[in-house]
């Protein structure tokens, strides 16, 4: 844990850094504005478009050293703890849920929602909580076929299909 | 007595049979939609306009058709609060502040209590609203008028002040997760400037800005859920919930004790919500927050207190009421709902303006009538459908996790129809995990996220009206007193919070 | 959470059942017809003039049955539309996505060419109609005429504020032709909706705007807001006592000059030649319907319906026109 804080700590004031630095970009059309242009005081006009997110992202960068010096200090509960950030069941849960959740994600790109819907919840339900199959199947393909009455049909949200498409257009057909 | 006259001549309308079935209808639709996450009451009223169409050429005139779609609002106000509480998950951003009281509650095994408190706090909060709104609709107009941007920042200020409070013990820990809200608010475009600003890596995603629900689904979808797995080591961490009818009733008893925060939400929700450009979310933070710093035991929020859920639940139900005022009399739209009504209002050949009260007396009352009647059908439905909510609590967690998974991923793509966005939630989601982890405080970020689109814009706006003059904030007759108020809140807790650690450490 | 889902859906369809009578009725006479629901881009977001009109075309599509699959409108408004042209130049489906645009059709390609967008590679659907502008002051003013206006706000130089809908948008663009004309040197601040800025106008936190009429109708109703004059070719039948820009000599001269926002739907590039023929068809009898003309008389919009090549000549022309405004304010090089 202590480890973890001022790595999280250190990786936090780079993204700081990385959103002043961002915030002072000139506008691409425009190669005459030097960068930083915008985050200061504009006379007579007020703050610049930088000027909110660059300060509150140098304070941020305050915050990220702050909260290096109480690790220094010891002075929070996570620079204290000599537990283990992640023990071994955290990272395989991690790596399951966490896991399977852009396994799904990327289902989803490749042959769409309700699909990715039904292997998700296979995966899941079935071999990470161990139901009978009778459960799995029967909760995963009711979810599929609710959430296409409900989604598709009944609210008009069309949920992307991707390879899955052809298998859909009869559907239509039949509830549009 | 004329004002009374016409509103029962409204309530009368209200409930001829094809009004009440129309506003029964919608307030179920709008229970269930606001229950999904990530599906709020915008949704159902984008949804069902056309289909307004249909009601229109049936019965002539705009009042069905708005009466329909008021419903739904109404009925998806009560709703936000379902899933807030049951999945943790903030349904819209006006239910964001539920889940600080409303989530712990549940874990403890008494969702019963806080769904109760919320249904009732909502009909406390919707009920006081219509009273205002019916009383003084055409003075409160002019009081939104008189607003102007400083006065909007300064408001936003005061939203700010209230939550200070909200975060953990740890201070830099707290400031950066305001922070970094405050500046993910700014990303996508700039209004002032008219550029893209902070699109990283180029991705066209970026440009429409990061969404409230991206960050709101991700943070209390997956992050919380995936901490809850971690902690509960596959065990359920979810206490057994009283379903009888036995216990909702005593629930309904309880509420008593929940007077305090109501009464708080009602009112302050109701004047934030008349502002155009407020609307419900800074009036629940608001109300959260008012209520924590007058309570004799502030200890208590964020661990379940009843009040805690009481005084936002009554403060959006109130708000929303009120934002439906400067949609209807000054044309301005406070929320994404109340603009796709405008657009309806509008489309029905109707011209919302001060006018309108005076034009339009036959759309106008038997509208108002119809909050009544709403909210009353509303109250009784979402009582009655509660056990059928608990009864989702119950489900073995193996299935209840990767439930919320699917409906957070589904959700946020129903938003907003984006799969960038669906992407971005999870990588949010994850991030949030590890940083719930290290004792980050994650609310904070997800408020400033409301917040930030507004008071940056606005405190631009101000300061190129006053040619870049900071007075205009503290010289004008309504922003002056305001700011100091949000100045001396702002800075108060942080001094004392900032002197109580160094006697500690001392 | 199963049975709520079919709770849900039961409500929700029990709702629609009436609405989905539509069933398979038949726009007819071409050989193509959408197979799935139509993307329906609306390059604006909630509640704006663009959201309206966008919706109201839907409902009328409908109510009308005018198609056999539901059009399914989306609002992105990010980057001043370049979210929606990116989405649309992009779409996977081009013969089932249009978009329903507004001015910074043109302006945003312009103003951000690292979007690699070319106008005029959208497949032109239909013109709908032309928004209009007028000036617009509080009654409380006391001004009554265009040239009362300019002998004011000439007086007031920077303090004299005009409010309007995003930076180097429509409206700024005739507010930096009101000031390079006339020798103003009016301050601009920019809102995000047109409604936000006839409110500051109404309640006097701002001196005019130029919104369209369909933000300002509320207030001009009840008496708050005057129109002092249009930027119109010809007076509006709706305000027939205001004069257009064209007719007015003030300042010391006379200047001919209009400006309109087009509210145009168009198909994603790449749309087959039957596709765009069908939209083009289905546009024709949204604009014909009793509805539209009703709105489009009542909102005081101009512009005939306009389609195929026709229109793609008249993009190019306000391309032309676009790109020389930008360079004269200093919005683009």
Request: charged share 15%.
């Amino acid at each position: 844990m202590r480890r973890a804080e001022i790595i999280t700590a250190f990786i936090l004031g780079i993204l700081s850094i990385y959103l002043m630095w961002k915030s002072g970009e000139a506008p691409d059309w425009n190669p005459d504005v030097a960068r930083f242009d915008n985050i200061g005081l504009i006379d007579g006009e007020g703050p610049g478009s930088g000027f909110w997110p660059f300060w509150l992202s140098a304070i941020m960068l305050i915050c990220s050293i702050w909260i290096g010096v109480n690790w220094y200090r010891r002075a929070s509960p996570p620079s204290q703890s000599e537990e283990e950030f992640l023990d071994g069941y955290g990272r395989r849960m991690l790596f399951v849920v966490g896991g399977g959740l852009f396994g799904f994600l990327i289902l989803i790109e490749v042959v769409g929602f309700y699909v990715a819907i039904l292997a998700f919840m296979i995966y899941y339900v079935r071999f990470l909580g161990r139901h009978s199959w009778w459960a799995t199947l029967s909760i995963s393909i009711g979810l599929v076929v609710a959430s296409f009455f409900f989604f598709d049909i009944a609210m008009r949200i069309v949920l992307p299909k991707g390879l899955s498409e052809p298998l859909f257009i009869p559907l239509y057909d039949i509830f549009l | 007595m004329d004002i009374l006259a016409s509103l029962f001549n409204g309530i009368l309308v209200a409930l001829e049979p094809i009004n009440l079935g129309l506003a029964i209808v919608g307030v179920i639709v709008g229970l269930f939609v606001g229950a999904m996450p990530g599906l709020g009451s915008v949704n159902g009223v984008a949804i069902l306009l056309p289909f307004t169409f249909v009601i229109q050429g049936f019965t002539g005139g705009a009042t069905s058709p708005m009466i329909f779609l008021a419903a739904i609002y109404y009925g998806a106000m009560y709703g936000g609060a379902i899933s807030s509480i049951t999945l943790g998950i903030p349904g819209a951003s006006t239910a964001v502040a539920t889940t600080f009281d409303g989530r712990p509650l549940a874990l403890a095994g008494k969702a019963h209590l806080a769904l109760v408190a919320a249904a009732l706090a909502s009909f406390a909060g919707g009920t006081v609203s219509n009273v205002m709104f019916t009383a003084f609709a055409p003075l409160l107009a002019t009081v939104a008028l008189s607003f102007g941007d400083p006065e909007v920042f300064a408001l936003m200020l005061l939203a700010f002040a209230t939550f200070v409070g909200l975060g953990g013990d740890d201070i830099p820990k707290t400031i950066f997760s305001i922070c970094i809200g405050l500046v993910l608010a700014t990303v996508g475009f700039d209004v002032v400037s008219g550029e893209p600003r902070l699109i990283f890596f180029d991705i066209t995603g970026f440009s429409h800005g990061i969404r409230f629900l991206v960050l709101a689904i991700g943070v209390y979808g997956i992050g919380e859920m995936l901490w809850t797995i971690n902690t509960s080591r596959y065990g359920s961490s979810m206490s057994n919930v009283d379903v009888s009818a036995r216990a909702i009733i005593d629930a309904i008893k309880d509420f008593r004790h929940a007077w305090r925060g109501t009464v708080i939400g009602s009112l302050l929700g109701f004047f934030v919500g008349i502002l155009p450009a407020a609307g419900a979310t800074p009036g629940s933070l608001m109300a959260y927050g008012v209520a924590k710093l007058t309570s004799r035991n502030p200890g208590e929020y964020g661990k379940g207190s009843i009040d805690g859920v009481a005084a936002p639940e009554a403060a959006n139900n109130s708000a929303s009421t009120g934002a439906m005022l400067p949609m209807m009399t000054l044309g301005i739209p406070g929320s994404p709902t109340t603009a796709v009504l405008l657009a309806g209002m509008v489309i029905w050949g109707l011209q919302p303006g001060p006018l309108l009260f005076t034009n339009q007396p036959d759309f106008v009352w038997p509208l108002i009538g119809s909050f009544y009647i709403s909210n009353v059908i509303a109250v009784l439905i979402n009582l009655a459908f509660i056990p059928v909510f608990l009864w989702m609590l119950r489900m073995p967690f193996t299935i209840l996790a990767p439930l919320i998974f699917v409906l957070s991923l589904v959700g946020t793509f129903a938003a907003y129809q984006d799969m960038f966005d669906v992407w971005l939630m999870v990588i949010v989601g994850i991030a949030a995990f590890f940083l719930r982890l290290l004792d980050y405080p994650v609310a904070p970020a997800v408020l400033a996220i409301v917040l930030g689109p507004i008071a940056e814009p606005k405190l631009r706006q101000s300061l190129l009206f006053s040619d870049g003059d900071f007075m205009i904030f503290l010289n004008r007759p309504i922003a002056g007193p305001i700011t100091v108020i949000a100045l001396i809140l702002i800075f108060l807790p942080l001094i004392k919070l900032i002197r109580d650690k160094m006697r500690q450490s001392a | 959470m199963k049975s709520i889902k079919k709770l849900v859906f039961g409500a929700v369809s029990m709702v629609l059942a009436a609405t989905s009578v539509s069933g398979i009725a038949v726009a007819g006479g071409h050989g193509w017809e959408p197979t799935k629901p139509i993307d329906f881009i609306i390059m604006a977001g909630k509640g704006g003039g663009a959201d309206k009109m966008a919706r109201l075309m839907q409902a009328i599509v409908e109510k009308e049955n005018l198609s056999n699959r539901p059009l399914v409108p989306t609002n992105k408004s990010g980057g001043s539309g370049a979210e929606a042209l990116i989405a649309a130049s992009k779409a996977s489906d081009p013969d089932h996505t249009i978009m329903v645009t507004l001015n910074s059709f043109y302006t945003t390609p312009l103003r951000q060419p690292g979007l690699k967008i070319d106008s005029l590679s959208f497949a032109p659907v239909a013109r709908m109609a032309e928004d209009t502008f007028l000036l617009w002051v509080h009654k409380d003013s006391g001004l009554k005429t265009f040239a009362e206006f300019l002998a004011k706000a000439k007086a007031d130089g920077n303090k004299w504020v005009m409010g309007g809908t995003g930076k180097n948008s429509e409206d700024n663009i005739i507010t930096d032709f009101l000031n390079e004309n006339y020798g103003l040197s009016m301050k601009y601040i920019p809102y995000k909706g047109g409604g936000a800025v006839a409110k500051q106008v109404a309640g006097k936190q701002l001196n005019s705007s130029v919104n369209n009429p369909s933000e300002a109708l509320g207030f001009y109703e009840s008496g708050d807001m005057v129109p002092l004059v249009a930027f119109t070719k010809s007076r509006l039948p709706m305000f027939p006592n205001v004069p257009t820009l064209s007719e007015v000599f003030a300042g010391g001269k006379q200047i001919s000059w209009s400006y309109f926002m087009q509210r145009s739907v168009v198909g994603a590039p790449g749309m087959s030649e039957k596709a765009q023929a069908y939209y083009t068809d289905l546009f024709a009898k949204v604009y014909a319907s009793k509805d539209w003309q009703t709105y489009k008389s009542k909102k005081s919009l101009m512009g005939d319906l306009m389609s195929g090549d026709e229109l793609k000549a008249y993009w190019a022309d306000q391309i032309a026109n676009h790109t020389k405004i930008l360079k004269a304010s200093g919005a683009i090089k």
